[in-house]
């Protein structure tokens, strides 16, 4: 991948290129293990910008770029000038003659395509309303890791249609796999992405956590409130029977793998049970953030 490349959504990526990132993060990881170092972004300086909270997301990074030799630098809307009103394009220009790459969390995707539009270096996603491609690519790694072919498995996604849904729904475009989405009616994923999925057979969306996860190899979830969505009882109420929990994971295989991004409510879309019991990758896939921002930065800004 030579040209100078933005990751805004999973969609940006070939299928080629994006096994590539897979495969680099496991690599990376596997030579993390051996004590072996990689300082391919040595003097190199990566921004990141955080209008939501985040532990993963800036840990991650910040970690990345100091293993690979880089520097990563933390804003957010209080202490910066984009809190004040500066404009997404006038901080992506100053930025890009004092950093080689953008990482932004916020709210609407627009804001990233802003940047991307006039920053002469490459901006990453670090989760929008809409989507969040370095997640997934974090869960794809981990399936990875444990399952041989990813276009074979069956991928069931349960809760909310949101920014992880979305970036879930991207990857079955590109990689082929059956995905199952069960939301309640009414929180489906929303129109561009309907639309988007509309000649992918592969993609079903379902109104029954039961059938969604039935003989399912993965089973994924999520927060019923993501950031900036305020808490509900109904909502609540409607939720309950999307709960992840031993009897949902009894209609999928014995071995099926359980992923949450994560932070979890414990006791809502994820049981205790599940969440600490032998089907759970969860911690692995958080830790496994780490590999994949490495190969995402080193592909991006080297
Ligand atoms: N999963 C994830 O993006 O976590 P943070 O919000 O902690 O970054
Ligand atoms: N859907 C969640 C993901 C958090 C990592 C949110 O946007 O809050």
Same mark, same amino acid.
């Given at each position: 991948?030579?040209?100078?490349?933005?990751?805004?959504?999973?969609?940006?990526?070939?299928?080629?290129?994006?096994?590539?990132?897979?495969?680099?993060? *496991? !690599?990376?990881? %596997?030579?993390? @293990?051996? =004590?072996?170092?990689?300082?391919?972004?040595?003097?190199?300086?990566? /921004?990141? +910008?955080?209008?939501?909270?985040?532990?993963?997301?800036?840990?991650?990074?910040?970690?990345?770029?100091?293993?690979?030799?880089?520097?990563?630098?933390?804003?957010?809307?209080?202490?910066?000038?984009?809190?004040?009103?500066?404009?997404?394009?006038?901080?992506?220009?100053?930025?890009?003659?004092?950093?080689?790459?953008?990482?932004?969390?916020?709210?609407?995707?627009?804001?990233?395509?802003?940047?991307?539009?006039?920053?002469?270096?490459?901006?990453?996603?670090?989760?929008?309303?809409?989507?969040?491609?370095?997640?997934?690519?974090?869960?794809?790694?981990?399936?990875?890791?444990?399952?041989?072919? *990813? !276009?074979?498995? %069956?991928?069931? @996604?349960? =809760?909310?249609?949101?920014?992880?849904?979305?970036?879930?729904?991207? /990857?079955? +475009?590109?990689?082929?796999?059956?995905?199952?989405?069960?939301?309640?009616?009414?929180?489906?994923?929303?129109?561009?992405?309907?639309?988007?999925?509309?000649?992918?057979?592969?993609?079903?969306?379902?109104?029954?956590?039961?059938?969604?996860?039935?003989?399912?190899?993965?089973?994924?979830?999520?927060?019923?409130?993501?950031?900036?969505?305020?808490?509900?009882?109904?909502?609540?109420?409607?939720?309950?029977?999307?709960?992840?929990?031993?009897?949902?994971?009894?209609?999928?295989?014995?071995?099926?793998?359980?992923?949450?991004?994560?932070?979890?409510?414990?006791?809502?879309?994820?049981?205790?049970?599940?969440?600490?019991?032998?089907?759970?990758?969860?911690?692995?896939?958080?830790?496994?953030?780490?590999?994949?921002?490495? /190969?995402?930065?080193?592909?991006?800004?080297?």
């Amino acid at each position: 991948m030579k040209k100078m490349k933005h990751l805004l959504t999973l969609l940006d990526f070939s299928r080629a290129d994006l096994e590539a990132i897979l495969h680099l993060g *496991i !690599d990376l990881k %596997k030579s993390f @293990y051996k =004590g072996k170092s990689d300082l391919c972004l040595q003097g190199k300086t990566l /921004a990141m +910008i955080f209008e939501k909270a985040s532990t993963r997301t800036r840990v991650s990074f910040e970690v990345a770029m100091f293993q690979l030799g880089g520097h990563a630098i933390h804003l957010d809307m209080a202490s910066s000038q984009l809190g004040r009103g500066e404009s997404y394009e006038d901080t992506a220009r100053v930025l890009s003659g004092y950093v080689q790459g953008i990482m932004l969390r916020t709210f609407s995707q627009v804001n990233l395509e802003k940047m991307a539009s006039v920053a002469s270096v490459p901006v990453i996603n670090g989760l929008t309303d809409l989507f969040h491609p370095v997640q997934v690519l974090a869960d794809l790694m981990t399936i990875l890791e444990n399952k041989k072919n *990813i !276009d074979e498995l %069956k991928i069931a @996604y349960v =809760g909310d249609g949101n920014n992880m849904t979305n970036s879930w729904i991207n /990857a079955a +475009i590109i990689f082929g796999f059956d995905l199952n989405v069960a939301t309640p009616a009414g929180y489906e994923p929303s129109g561009q992405i309907l639309q988007e999925m509309s000649s992918h057979p592969n993609i079903e969306i379902l109104q029954d956590p039961v059938r969604a996860v039935k003989s399912a190899d993965v089973i994924c979830t999520d927060t019923w409130f993501s950031m900036g969505q305020k808490e509900d009882a109904q909502k609540h109420k409607l939720f309950t029977p999307f709960q992840v929990n031993k009897k949902l994971l009894s209609h999928a295989l014995d071995e099926v793998m359980v992923l949450h991004c994560l932070p979890a409510h414990r006791g809502e879309e994820i049981t205790n049970e599940v969440m600490d019991g032998s089907n759970s990758f969860i911690f692995r896939e958080a830790e496994n953030r780490l590999h994949i921002q490495k /190969a995402i930065l080193k592909t991006l800004m080297q």
